[in-house]
């Protein structure tokens, strides 16, 4: 066989149902050499012919599907110049859609610096695979059924975030051979707990092919949440069950199974920085870097990678090249897989110019593309850059991981040191950071807690962080965590402790689901899930991040579903609308059912307050550590939920009613006001500072 000239589209390779054409881009390599491999592992060279700007690219004749192929790239050796050619390396395609071997500790690393390898490396180098086209989402549903797009509204969204394997590993009702695969994504006894919920989305931590870093190497741990990705087409074998269907289609039919039960799925994708790490010490130069390093990340002007995500190195895209790549790749996933959204890691990093700028190419080529400016696209808003915290400046149809709501919901019930005025600007959308650029109320997206950082029963069980087990001597993680616990650390206590925590727990549940912006839910938190005190559980693929299902001391399924329930019913949470447009029919009250003074709003500690919504509901928050007696306006009103006695309700029969210290009561006007007892409550919206 020989290599025909081929076309310089589309990138990567792809199969036509007569061979295979292949193209890669390098804009200062002098040489491309296609490396073939048979089972065995012996190599075939070709070079690659054709040559159309600073794209190569070659036509073989009678390839097909499951060929397993890698690269060659010639040019000058200068790591002081940013430049990495060295032919003995055999690289991976940035476009592999599918990828053999596991990298380990035997793949050299730089380490204090960068050496020219001395033997060929392709015995242990993951390789690309050809994949068949002709099997794409829509030829599976030929005989699968048809397929629409769910598109559930954003106000309507309640986002679960999990990671593949630590999701069911531990699920009792899962058989042992699919468990904590991509096939028990979509099992019967896992959708169900979806659907009892009210889950709209799955949100999966990175899926794609990732590497492990050197330094967990050596300390015989691994990269479990998956941020440090090599080959963002390819999905990770580590969750494949290989029971049956090849790993496209085992993750396919998952994501079909989960629309038919109208659940959303949400890829975490990393764009930031890739696996290769720094170019200074302990990096990879396994694809990109030897490809074209000076083409794919930013260099600073001493031609070193620049360090922008914390993680070695930062990709920069700000270049054509790079941009189609991450343009590809997202199409890619939703064509294919028809994936309902991406959530961005690290996302400043992909609005660099270097500095940040709305108007950056990715951003702006993502904003008008026809398929992915309409589906979920969710913001990291920040990276380690200068400049990167970002929070509230993405622009439509970005939302946004909203870290500030995080720790404002914290403080507020566990430090008790925010006061009324923050928290409900936080409560209504955080109209401060989202209504001056235009943006909807669902832009924000709101957590207690998610992958990174406690769960949300460690939150109240840990003053500290425990991560010894990571190897870093516990100093990685977040030292700033606003968590208590309640006088005693751990997990074992009395019972009068352990209904301090379940009540605080409660309070941040019911807070976090009864508020404007998208709710974001942090897997295993509904069945009081553990990891120890960790709260960078990065590299413990073990018990300590796998969720453990049975043997809690209780579980909130049925109240988080109880809190969903409600959010659906009452209208103003999912309008359009922002409250402070709304007054008519948002009305905040102080305890009296009177007008918040300026001293109401602003007091620390923070005072009682009543949310009077449409004429209908009333949410009454009391932080106080005494309990407090609200007055109710005037109509028949009914108890909804008490966070203090859950599942139990306190009715009254009169305007008054005693709502329990550090808790929160939601009541029901079974009768609308007419319009003239309206008029009796003044509108006050506007004084919230």
């Known amino acids: 066989m020989s290599l025909d000239y081929g076309r310089p589209f589309p990138m990567g390779s792809h199969y036509d149902g007569y061979g295979v054409n292949f193209t890669l881009f390098s804009e200062n390599a002098t040489k491309v050499i296609l490396c073939l491999f048979d089972k065995a592992g012996k190599e075939i060279r070709y070079p690659l012919p054709g040559k159309t700007g600073a794209i190569w690219h070659g036509y073989l004749p009678g390839a097909g599907p499951g060929l397993h192929y890698g690269y060659r790239v010639e040019g000058e050796w200068n790591p002081e110049q940013g430049l990495f050619y060295q032919p003995q390396q055999l690289l991976l395609d940035p476009y592999a859609r599918q990828v053999t071997g596991i990298v380990d500790n035997t793949l050299p ?51 679960y975030e999990g990671h593949v394997k630590g999701l069911t590993k531990l699920h ?30 799955l949100e999966l931590l990175p899926i794609q092919y990732h590497l492990t870093e050197p330094h967990l190497h050596k300390i015989g741990l691994k990269n479990y949440w998956g941020y440090n990705v090599l080959a963002p087409f390819a999905l990770s074998t580590q969750y494949y069950s290989n029971t049956g269907r090849n790993i496209i289609d ?24 890739t696996a290769e790490l720094s ?76 500095y940040f700028d709305t108007q950056s190419p990715l951003l702006t080529a993502i904003r ?59 409560i209504t959308g955080s109209a401060k950071l989202y209504h001056k650029n235009g943006r909807p109320p669902y832009s924000s997206i709101n957590m207690i807690t998610s992958h ?55 309070n941040m549940l019911a807070t976090l689901l009864l508020s404007r912006g998208t709710p974001h839910l942090l897997a295993g938190d509904e ?51 922002w409250w402070e447009e709304d007054s008519e029919n948002v009305i905040w009250l102080n305890q009296d059912a009177q007008p918040m003074s300026h001293e109401d709003w ?49 009715p009254t029969q009169s305007q008054h009613c005693e709502v329990q210290p550090n808790s929160i009561t939601l009541w029901r006007n079974s009768v609308f006001y007419t319009q003239s007892s309206t008029e009796k409550l003044p509108n006050i919206s506007s004084q919230v500072k």
Request: glycine share 6%; proline share 5%.
């Open 109 to 159: 690393y730089t380490s204090p610096v960068f050496n020219a390898l001395e033997h060929d490396d392709s015995a242990i180098t993951p390789k690309a695979v050809i994949t068949d086209d002709s099997g794409c989402f829509c030829h599976y549903y030929k005989e699968k059924g048809t397929y629409h797009r769910l598109n559930t509204p954003w106000s309507e969204t309640i986002i």
């Open 172 to 201: 009792p009702d899962i058989p042992e051979t699919i468990a904590g695969t991509y096939a028990a994504l979509g099992h019967p006894a896992f959708i169900s707990h979806l659907k009892k919920l009210g889950i709209t989305a």
């Open 250 to 273: 085992e993750f396919r039919e998952a994501v079909r199974c989960l629309h038919k039960a109208n659940i959303e799925v949400i890829l975490d994708v990393v764009f930031n920085h």
């Open 279 to 354: 170019d200074q010490y302990e990096g990879y130069i396994v694809s990109q870097r030897g490809i074209d390093n000076k083409s794919y990340y930013w260099l600073n002007d001493e031609h070193k990678a620049q360090n922008w995500t914390g993680c070695g190195n930062t990709l920069n895209l700000s270049r054509p090249e790079t941009v189609q790549w991450v343009m590809d790749c997202l199409r890619y996933w939703v064509t294919e897989f028809h994936i309902d959204g991406f959530r961005f890691d690290l996302a400043t990093s992909l609005g660099r110019v270097p």
């Open 368 to 426: 008008q593309d026809p398929l992915l400016s309409r589906i979920k696209l969710i913001a990291e808003p920040w990276d380690l850059g200068s400049d990167g915290y970002q929070v509230g400046n993405f622009p439509v149809p970005f939302t946004e991981w909203n870290d500030g709501y995080r720790d404002v919901i914290r403080r507020f019930w566990l430090w008790r040191d925010v006061s009324i005025a923050t928290f409900a600007d936080n």
């Open 452 to 506: 990174d950082g406690f769960t949300l029963r460690d939150l109240v069980s840990y003053q500290n962080k425990h991560n010894e087990e990571n190897g870093e001597s516990n100093l990685d993680g977040h030292n700033t965590n606003y968590s208590v616990n309640f006088g005693e650390e751990g997990l074992i206590v009395n019972e009068k402790i352990g209904q301090y925590r379940l009540l605080a727990t409660r």
């Open 527 to 577: 069945v009081g899930n553990t990891q120890y005190g960790n709260n960078n559980a990065y590299c413990q693929d073990n018990k300590v991040s796998w969720i453990k299902w049975f043997h809690q001391p209780y579980d909130l399924t049925d109240y988080i579903r109880h809190l969903i329930e409600l959010r659906h019913q009452i209208t103003p949470l999912s309008s359009l609308k």
């Open 602 to 650: 602003q007091q620390l500690p923070p005072s009682p307050l009543q949310l009077f919504l449409a004429q209908q509901w009333i949410l009454m928050i009391n932080p106080l550590r005494n309990s407090a007696v609200f007055s109710l306006p005037e109509g028949s009103w009914s108890c909804l939920l008490d966070t203090a006695s859950w599942p139990l309700c306190h």
